[in-house]
């Protein structure tokens, strides 16, 4: 299998490491050969490090660098069967892109974008043939988180869906499959992780460190939310927000924060400019919580319910299956628990209620209960019917 992949950033380079780990011949191609470089250091480094773990012995490392073609000219791309790009969030330099791929590659290649937020449908309209485009979306660092999210414009066929999802499982990923849709699956139902817990602060009721706390040592999840934005950079995960809000038509569920705004205003873009939400320099001083065991559950229960909500309100929305969702959550995200599963154990009509008794106060149309949830409450069912 030859692939191409088209961008040697931060994905672009982890996407090509798992080609070439699973034996197929690769060529990297980036505008920048400055990025090309980088991308081999890089990749030259993680091998080695992998070794110095044991994982490879020295010569399969080799074998898998030696498949990559560090690539300046697209036009080695005509022997590709596979394409994946992984350039700039733009999608008119994309949509460029794929309109000039197209006149390289052979008839039968699946031409593939890892966006995160742009609509697949519109990237593949720059193709003569939409039928072969499709979205392959994976998860920073694409070596280590198993989730890759298959999706399909209304124009992809069939065929491409099933040969790909073939591909990117023979790669060792989990594949889940999910619709055309704002955020797909793990980009939209994340959103009240993030967005919640920046409104409790904006409220008042609690520091960064306190919900922080709150979601790692009572509710599990691996990372606070504000320690989370810092690893992701704030001007990513606040782009990503505004897409998704904008995309949404506005739908208040979405709605970016000032917070997060002045953040990126001020360059405080988290772990990679020093200072985020918090101070990352080498003599800060560790920002401790002292709430008590009340306020946690307080901030951990109105995170989770609106995280529970947003997952059901996929499934109304038939953005993927009821297992895809759960998959998506804990091997995209790591988190400690399929959110549909664990909605069950929550107890749905809590959910319900402490959803409605938000939109009371707060007279919000941010807080309302997914028609899914309603419903089932009403007939008394579960997600999971067993
Ligand atoms: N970083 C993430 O966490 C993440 C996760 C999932 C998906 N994505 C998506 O993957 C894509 C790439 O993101 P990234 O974080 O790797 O970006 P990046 O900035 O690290 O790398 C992008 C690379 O594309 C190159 N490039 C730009 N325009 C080009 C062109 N016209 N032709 C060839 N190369 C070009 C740049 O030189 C750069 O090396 C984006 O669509 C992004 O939304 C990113």
């Known amino acids: 299998m030859i692939v191409g992949v088209v961008g040697a950033g931060t994905m672009g380079r982890g996407i090509a490491q798992i080609a070439a780990t699973v034996g197929c011949e690769v060529f990297l191609y980036d505008k920048s050969e400055e990025a090309l470089e980088n991308a081999q250091n890089s990749l030259t480094k993680i091998l080695d490090r992998l070794i110095e773990k044991g994982k490879f012995t020295e010569t399969v490392a080799k074998e898998i660098i030696e498949r990559i073609t560090f690539s300046t000219s697209l036009s080695d791309f005509s022997q590709a069967n596979f394409v994946i790009e992984a350039i700039i969030e733009d999608l008119n330099i994309k949509k460029d892109l794929f309109s000039e791929l197209e006149t390289i590659v052979s008839d039968d290649c699946i031409l593939a974008t890892n966006t995160s937020s742009l609509s697949v449908a519109a990237l593949g309209a720059a193709c003569k043939n939409a039928e072969r485009f499709i979205g392959v979306h994976f998860f920073n660092p694409a070596p280590l988180m198993p989730l890759v999210e298959i999706i399909p414009a209304i124009s992809t066929s069939e065929e491409i869906l099933i040969r790909t999802k073939e591909i990117i499982d023979s790669w060792k990923k989990v594949t889940v499959i999910a619709k055309d849709t704002p955020g797909?699956?793990?980009?939209?139902?994340?959103?009240?992780?993030?967005?919640?817990?920046?409104?409790?602060?904006?409220?008042?009721?609690?520091?960064?460190?306190?919900?922080?706390?709150?979601?790692?040592?009572v509710g599990g999840f691996k990372m606070g939310p504000f320690t989370l934005m810092d690893y992701i950079g704030n001007d990513i995960n606040y782009a990503v927000t505004e897409t998704v809000f904008k995309a949404f038509y506005y739908d208040p569920r979405y709605k970016p924060s000032f917070t997060q705004r002045r953040h990126v205003e001020a360059q405080?873009?988290?772990?990679?400019?020093?200072?985020?939400?918090?101070?990352?320099?080498?003599?800060?001083?560790?920002?401790?919580?002292?709430?008590?065991?009340?306020?946690?559950?307080?901030?951990?229960?109105?995170?989770?319910?609106?995280?529970?909500?947003?997952?059901?309100?996929?499934?109304?929305?038939?953005?993927?299956?009821?297992?895809?969702?759960?998959?998506?959550?804990?091997?995209?995200?790591?988190?400690?628990?399929?959110?549909?599963?664990?909605?069950?154990?929550?107890?749905?009509?809590?959910?319900?209620?402490?959803?409605?008794?938000?939109?009371?106060?707060?007279?919000?149309?941010?807080?309302?209960?997914?028609?899914?949830?309603?419903?089932?409450?009403?007939?008394?069912?579960?997600?999971?019917?067993?």
């Open 268 to 386: 405080w873009l988290g772990k990679k400019s020093g200072r985020g939400y918090y101070d990352y320099s080498d003599n800060a001083k560790k920002t401790e919580s002292s709430a008590g065991d009340d306020l946690k559950a307080y901030i951990l229960n109105r995170i989770l319910v609106l995280l529970f909500n947003e997952a059901i309100d996929a499934v109304f929305w038939n953005v993927a299956t009821k297992e895809d969702i759960d998959l998506a959550m804990t091997k995209g995200v790591n988190y400690p628990k399929g959110l549909l599963e664990w909605a069950d154990e929550y107890g749905l009509s809590r959910i319900h209620n402490q959803i409605e008794e938000l939109q009371r106060l707060y007279g919000e149309d941010r807080y309302r209960p997914s028609p899914l949830l309603k419903q089932l409450v009403k007939n008394n069912q579960k997600i999971y019917q067993n």
């Open 184 to 217: 797909f699956i793990v980009n939209r139902v994340a959103r009240p992780f993030y967005g919640e817990a920046l409104r409790i602060y904006e409220e008042g009721i609690a520091d960064f460190a306190t919900i922080d706390a709150a979601m790692t040592e």
